[in-house]
């Protein structure tokens, strides 16, 4: 099995506290990070150390607490330009890349056009596109040691492995193998709904957030859950994956063999051909059932209507499942949000019980970039155990 050569910069579990909390928050004072962490301030002057040493970490110019209190202290903050990481993400017809900081903020993009997907060309334009972002400046070339690649489907991590992508046409690639080999970087695969949730959640919308859900909707469904401050991939790698759950036993079926899944109702693709098949007009593109429903096509209007029934009870299911502090809406469905909004969170409020209805959905349309982004988040992770 493929393994990453570059080790990760923290092991002791005081020094990974330290890192991820200032990584999530910003800046520190060393009792905070004492009280939040639950360690003695020794055990954090003593895990901060190597990473001071290392250029990771710094002290800020001292500050004190309050009018009158005693001694100042010296917060403890992240230097983001220490080590940069290259992020990238495959989409249907196009690479997206990125250079992020150590904060996952991004300093150069770069992209290109996929004629293919054979894993062979795939790979090889991906080190085209790493060996661009990192000459866009001398500092990237000489501080990056990770690169994280986010794909659709089911992604064996650990192994570095794509196991099957219906969008790419994939079975079992060995995709961190191949693009290490090329690129001389360690390489992680992710799944890249699982990506663009740990950069949601350590950076963006579920910041300090113990539970928390990302939904994509476009043309796949996708969605991933953290539970007590983690990612959950289950035993499998495959958790949380709401566009497999079957919300109509007599519905169409789905790519995955299932029946009723709220892909099959609610994908891009899914609507499309609702509308073709009710209008018979086999020929429409998705931009004309677009705008047909606009202009309040019943036919239109319904299959845009029942993939919004079918998201919400989707989402419904995930919240009574885990009780998230607040679910994200994102993907490049955000943009037909007007034709199927309403129906999603009134089937929403509908299914979900209890005080777990309390919780949020917030739309949040996201670039192709941040997808790039949630890669190099999760390149980041690798300098975790
Ligand atoms: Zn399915």
């Known amino acids: 099995m493929f393994r990453n050569q570059a080790q990760p910069l923290v092991t002791a579990p005081a020094e990974t ?3 991820s909390l200032l990584l999530a928050e910003g800046p520190l004072s060393r009792v905070e990070l004492a009280r939040r962490t639950g360690l003695s301030s020794t055990a954090i002057t003593k895990a901060a150390r190597p990473l001071i040493d290392d250029g990771y970490l710094h002290e800020l110019a001292p500050e004190r607490t309050a009018p009158g209190a005693g001694r100042p202290v010296n917060p403890l903050a992240i230097t983001p330009d220490r080590e940069f990481f290259v992020g990238v993400k495959i989409s249907d017809d196009r690479l997206f890349g990125v250079v992020c900081d150590l904060r996952a903020r991004v300093r150069a993009t770069a992209g290109r056009p996929l004629a293919d997907h054979q894993p062979e060309s795939v790979g090889a334009l991906l080190a085209e596109l790493v060996d661009e ?59 890249d709904v699982k990506a663009l949730t740990i950069a949601e959640h350590w950076f963006g919308e579920g910041v300090g957030t113990g539970y928390f859900a990302l939904v994509t909707i476009g043309a796949g469904i996708g969605s991933a859950l953290v539970v007590n401050g983690q990612l959950v991939t289950g035993a499998h790698g ?7 759950i079957s919300v109509d036993p007599a519905g169409p079926r789905c790519r995955c063999g299932s029946v009723g899944c709220v892909e099959a109702i609610a994908s891009s693709g899914a609507i499309l051909e609702a509308v073709r098949r009710g209008t018979g007009l086999g020929g429409l593109a998705f931009e004309e059932a677009v705008e047909m429903a606009r202009d309040g096509d019943p036919v239109a209007r319904e299959a845009f209507a029942r993939a919004g029934r079918a998201i919400g009870v989707g989402i419904a299911t995930l919240v009574n499942l885990i009780g998230p502090e607040r679910v994200v809406v994102s993907g490049e469905g955000a943009g037909t949000y007007d034709l199927f909004g309403q129906h999603i969170k009134d089937a929403y409020a509908a299914h979900t019980f209890g005080a777990a209805g309390t919780c949020p959905l917030s739309l949040r349309p996201l670039p192709w970039e941040e997808w790039a982004r949630g890669a190099a988040a999760v390149a980041v992770q690798a300098l975790f155990p």
């Open 133 to 191: 972002l990192l000459d866009s400046a001398p500092a990237f070339r000489d501080r990056t040691r990770h690169l994280g690649i986010a794909v659709s489907g089911d992604v064996d991590r650990g192994g570095g492995r794509v196991r099957f992508s219906g969008r790419l046409g994939w079975r079992d690639v060995p995709l961190a193998e191949m693009v290490t080999a090329s690129t001389g970087l360690a390489v992680t695969v992710e799944n």
């Open 17 to 19: 506290a330290v890192l």
């Open 238 to 244: 495959v958790a949380g994956e709401m566009g497999h």
